[in-house]
């Protein structure tokens, strides 16, 4: 006769993911996922301005490293809290929040991506220079 699993509930704490060292709360996850989504839509703002020198190149990267750093602790804890117990319909929520972040991530960043491409095809050691950085 097969074994039943555990259930989530059923789980000592100490053999589960400490998502608390992400988000302490899921109302927190839910805050971070709304200021991601604010500050995607800001970086917007360098749509047509990605090389226009060498301190908005800079601001153009430290920002989109942040929004990637943003993005992986959102899918992270959104994939853990989905597997965290399949038997609950209302999880699977999780993957299609999870979702939504990464396509509106790809939509967002596609500008930038596409201009830094072009743009490291030129010797990046120029760009510097004509900006004296």
Same mark, same amino acid.
């Given at each position: 006769?097969?074994?039943?699993?555990?259930?989530?509930?059923? #789980?000592?704490?100490?053999?589960?993911?400490?998502?608390?060292?992400?988000?302490?709360?899921?109302?927190?996850?839910?805050?971070?996922?709304?200021?991601? /989504?604010?500050?995607?839509?800001?970086?917007?703002?360098?749509?047509?301005?990605?090389?226009?020198?060498?301190?908005?190149?800079?601001?153009?990267?430290?920002?989109?490293?942040?929004?990637?750093?943003?993005?992986?602790?959102?899918?992270?804890?959104?994939?853990? =809290?989905?597997?965290?117990?399949?038997?609950? %319909?209302?999880?699977?929520?999780?993957?299609?929040? =999870?979702?939504? +972040?990464?396509?509106? %991530?790809? #939509?967002?960043?596609?500008?930038?991506?596409? /201009?830094? %491409?072009?743009?490291?095809?030129?010797?990046?050691?120029?760009? +510097?220079?004509?900006?004296?950085?």
């Amino acid at each position: 006769m097969a074994k039943k699993l555990a259930t989530r509930a059923e #789980v000592p704490d100490e053999l589960k993911w400490n998502l608390k060292d992400l988000y302490p709360s899921d109302d927190a996850f839910d805050d971070a996922v709304v200021a991601y /989504k604010n500050q995607l839509g800001e970086f917007g703002q360098y749509e047509g301005h990605v090389t226009d020198s060498a301190k908005k190149l800079y601001a153009v990267v430290v920002d989109a490293v942040k929004l990637s750093g943003m993005f992986g602790r959102i899918y992270f804890y959104a994939s853990a =809290r989905n597997d965290s117990d399949t038997t609950d %319909r209302l999880e699977r929520n999780w993957l299609v929040r =999870r979702s939504h +972040c990464s396509r509106k %991530r790809k #939509v967002q960043l596609v500008f930038y991506t596409l /201009k830094l %491409r072009l743009f490291l095809k030129q010797p990046l050691h120029n760009f +510097c220079k004509m900006n004296h950085v």
